[in-house]
């Protein structure tokens, strides 16, 4: 049988109009065909009268009224010549209608997002002013206002749970742009001053207040709303949170459409209590249970959801490590310093976890070994594990609830076969539709994956898929099944094109558990506009899943059989690991780190992903986390450690701003260095490992591998990366209380500079020399030097370093008693401070200027700096947050 490809269009109305198909524009005529799609579009799925659709097209001014429906009906012919193939308006007696799918139209899909609370993935979809490009002023003042503030109030909670998370400081700047873009939305002002606040901008956030106060009383004649006035005085009072609120994590995939049966195992779910294991064969259902039945009954749980996929059963990859398990669920949960120790992370786990009212869902587990270090032992945790195997010893000795998931009853398997392919079609064919069920094994995964292509060819009689499923009875699934369920994936398979018959078989080699459409255009070679295509495609057709808006994944079932389709096609892989090395690098850089590591020319031919913002690539970065991983560990197998090597090293550089998930990457070189890789080739890579090792509190292996890095540097005479590693050992040496050896190496790499003409790290290393003497008391000294430092970081631009000079040379005036001098040194250093991200100076700016105001005798100005220092020593963690306080403490005591 040969039967034709399956087109796949998308809509979007949340910016300007646009038809897609299979990926690539449609053009709709101007005037009123848009008009009149727009319209439809916004009441996708929802009949329209003519009447009704002549008064928006026309724009209130409707044609003769013994002319009018035949004039739109010409519209209508136009328009559906226009959209060929995306065509989605059907006619109806009395009027018209867009037949929709659910994942077709932006609109759609932004109020799905929106209503699992995944608000980030919900604003992303807004391309723009709605209809942008649609000239009805009908619909511009009676439906797109309706949108805008739907789109505010996601907005509103999308900030909420980002200031929850932490990210004061990165939202200032969006929220000053949105109060300018809505200066009368309050709670806009609200979420500025909280962001405001919470980074140490205390006077600023009441600043804002009294501009909105401004705005409402000149434009509308009122005062501000109780929430901004309450808001006002917990300012006044340093009473607002510091940010500090626990993360609440909300994790769960989305669930398969078409859910049928399994009533008894939800109510066993709903009766269970404490950990619970849901066991049954491949694709029975495990997973689409456990995703429904908590989606029902999150709410019960405020402090959130947690959702780690263990792969237990991937052919590709190794089941996941409990102590990876546990860093995954602390980061989920807001806990940045991850203790480098399996056993410390799951002691901290359990005291995380220890009061909170929170759903775990642990998928896909493999042995009792693997989960019971990550089980919480807390009374308001509720854990969902599924498995295939039994893990019996849970259930015997820990107490957990076992639910064993059989094959769908025949009913319930016809049952999701009508809801797919459509009953009456069903009622045809009796005959061909038990055998569909017979062939299936009453495994969901292969009656969705059959139904989608059955219902793809409504003209094609059932009972030729069932000779076809005949046809194609193999064995490799026999150990798992009666019935050969490897025939359902091959007769979807064979239907395929052979671009996205490629694409599935490539889509193996990705060793992550799940991707976004650059990655799979990466390892296929095509465009990102093919690659969606493709993907929509296999979604279609049920043979890749999505589950968040932007990302697909195969059941492990399926990435077995595309594996054994596929076998290894090292072209591909090597394209796929330049791209995501290249495209790390690429993420660094918009960190504006002089990236001196760098991975060399792409060799594959592919092109790396770039990025628009520093936010776009932190993004990026955060969703692609544990596919580094993977990848570094699927380079190394292939022998490819010249590759493998840049991916820790490029998150190292990322890391130093941010300084979490440290220990993770110290994995990541230690398995470098397991395999048998040697960093003494690129010393820069072994500064890279130093540096980690320092930040996790591994001190004398940090030591070891400078002092390694510094004695292979001068053997090759390679002055650049000794200098490095001499004014690294510096910071070292200040971090051990070391301050003669450190002044000492700060110098010898000051010197090595100048002898290399390398301003850059002159000046790096003249910044140390400055801290260096202030360290040790040499006011006078530290002084002079940082003003040298200022001069050569002039030469070149860097205002980060140049700011920096200028806190140290504050410091050193503050010391002197020179305040006049030492104030505008530290105003300069602060504000960069806080446009750089970089709280630690942001703190002790601060605090200096508490010493400068009171020394000037502005004693009110030296009091709010001192509650903005404080309010960004709350944010501070180990020993920096300790000497911060301290020091608070003391200027408090001594102002008393």
């Known amino acids: 049988m040969t039967w034709g490809d399956v087109v796949r269009a998308e809509y979007r109305v949340l910016g300007p109009l646009e038809v897609l198909l299979d990926g690539e524009p449609v053009t709709v005529p101007a005037g009123r065909s848009q008009i009149l799609l727009a319209a439809l579009l916004l009441r996708a799925n929802r009949f329209v009268p003519v009447d009704e659709l002549v008064d928006l097209v026309w724009d209130g001014t409707p044609p003769r009224p013994d002319r009018a429906h035949k004039t739109l009906q010409m519209v209508v012919r136009r328009l559906r010549v226009a959209l060929g193939e995306a065509d989605c308006v059907q006619t109806r007696t009395g009027g018209y209608l867009a037949v929709i799918e659910p994942d077709q139209l932006d609109v759609l899909r932004f109020r799905a997002l929106a209503g699992t609370g995944d608000f980030g993935a919900a604003s992303a979809l807004w391309r723009g002013p709605v209809l942008g490009n649609v000239a009805s002023e009908r619909l511009q003042r009676e439906e797109v206002p309706q949108l805008v503030n739907e789109r505010l109030v996601v907005l509103e909670r999308r900030i909420e749970a980002d200031l929850d998370r932490g990210l004061a400081r990165e939202l200032v ?486 300084r979490n998930r440290s220990s993770e990457v110290v994995e990541m070189f230690e398995v470098l260095l397991g395999a048998g890789t040697s960093l003494e080739e690129r010393g820069i890579l072994q500064l890279r490992l130093a540096y980690m090792y320092d930040d996790v509190g591994r001190l004398e292996d940090a030591q070891r591998y400078l002092e390694e890095t510094m004695r292979i540097a001068q053997e090759r005479g390679d002055t650049m990366v000794e200098i490095s590693a001499v004014v690294n050992m510096s910071s070292l040496h200040n971090e051990l209380g070391r301050n003669e050896e450190a002044l000492e190496c700060s110098r010898r790499g000051a010197e090595l500079a100048r002898e290399l003409g390398d301003r850059f790290r002159e000046n790096v290393a003249l910044g140390n020399i400055a801290v260096n003497l202030f360290k040790l008391g040499r006011y006078a000294e530290s002084l002079t030097t940082s003003e040298q430092a200022l001069v050569v970081s002039s030469e070149h631009g860097d205002e980060y370093e140049q700011s920096m000079h200028r806190y140290t040379k504050g410091n050193a005036l503050v010391a002197l008693g020179r305040f006049e001098e030492a104030e505008p040194e530290l105003e300069i250093a602060l504000e960069a401070a806080r446009r750089y991200g970089n709280t630690r100076i942001e703190g002790w700016a601060l605090a200096r200027l508490v010493v400068v105001l009171r020394g000037l005798g502005r004693r009110a100005e030296a009091e709010t700096a001192w509650h903005q220092a404080a309010a960004v020593q709350r944010v501070f963690e180990g020993s920096a947050a300790g000497r911060l306080a301290a020091l608070l403490d003391e200027l408090r005591d001594g102002e008393s």
């Not at 917990?234 to 995939?253: C, D, F, H, K, N």
């Open 173 to 658: 700047a969006e929220l000053r742009s949105l109060v300018t873009e809505h200066p009368l939305r309050e709670p806009f002002w609200c979420h500025l001053m909280v962001a405001l606040y919470r980074s140490g901008q205390q006077a600023e956030a009441l600043s804002a207040y009294q501009d909105v106060r401004a705005k409402l009383a000149d434009e509308l004649g009122v005062d501000p709303g109780s929430a901004l006035q309450e808001l006002h005085q917990q300012i006044l009072r340093a009473e607002v949170s510091p940010g500090e609120r626990r993360q609440v994590p909300r994790q769960l995939p989305a669930g398969v459409r078409n859910f049928v049966g399994r009533e008894e195992e939800l109510e066993a779910l709903d009766k269970a209590t404490g950990v619970s294991v849901v066991h049954g064969v491949g694709g029975v259902g495990k997973t689409a249970l456990v995703l429904r039945w908590a989606r029902e009954v999150r709410e019960n749980y405020p402090d959130g959801d947690l959702y780690v996929n263990l792969r237990g059963f991937d052919p590709e990859v190794q089941p996941v490590d409990p102590a990876a398990v546990a860093e995954t669920l602390l980061a989920g949960l807001g806990v940045e310093k991850v203790p480098p120790n399996a056993e410390a992370r799951f002691a901290l786990l359990r005291t995380t976890l220890v009061d909170r009212r929170l759903l775990l869902v642990l998928d896909n587990a493999a042995s009792v070994r693997q989960v019971l270090p990550v089980l919480p032992g807390a009374a308001g945790v509720r854990v969902i594990i599924t498995s295939r195997n039994q893990l019996r010893a849970l259930v015997s000795q820990h107490d957990a609830t076992a639910i064993g998931l059989g094959q769908l009853e025949v009913d319930a398997a016809r049952s999701l076969l009508e809801l797919v392919v459509g009953g009456p079609r069903l009622d045809a064919e009796p005959e061909a539709a038990r055998e569909m069920v017979q062939h299936c094994a009453g495994l969901p995964l292969a009656l969705r994956v059959f139904a989608e292509r059955v219902s793809r060819f409504p003209d094609v009689p059932l009972s030729e898929f069932v000779t076809e499923l005949r046809n194609e009875r193999l064995d490799a699934f026999s150990d798992f099944y009666d019935v050969d369920v490897r025939a359902v994936f091959s007769c979807s398979y064979r239907a395929l094109d052979d671009e996205s018959a490629r694409m599935f078989r490539l889509l193996s080699i990705h060793p992550g558990s799940d991707f976004d459409v650059c990655a799979a255009a990466a390892l296929a070679g095509v465009t990102v506009a093919q690659a969606r295509r493709l993907l929509e495609r296999l979604v279609a057709d049920a043979l890749v899943q999505t589950r968040s808006a932007g990302r697909y994944c195969l059941h492990d079932l399926l990435r077995a059989y595309s594996a054994e389709l596929c076998g290894d096609d090292e072209v591909a892989a090597l394209r796929m690991t330049e791209w995501y090395v290249h495209t790390l690098e690429h993420a660094v850089r918009r960190e504006g780190i002089k990236e001196t590591a760098t991975a060399g020319p792409v060799t594959s031919g592919v092109t790396p992903q770039t990025f628009n913002s520093r936010f776009d690539a932190l993004a990026w970065c955060g969703q692609e986390w544990d596919n580094f991983k993977a990848v570094l560990h699927a380079a190394l197998s292939r022998g490819w450690s010249d590759l493998a090597q840049y991916i820790p090293a490029h998150i190292c550089t990322y890391l130093r701003m941010r």
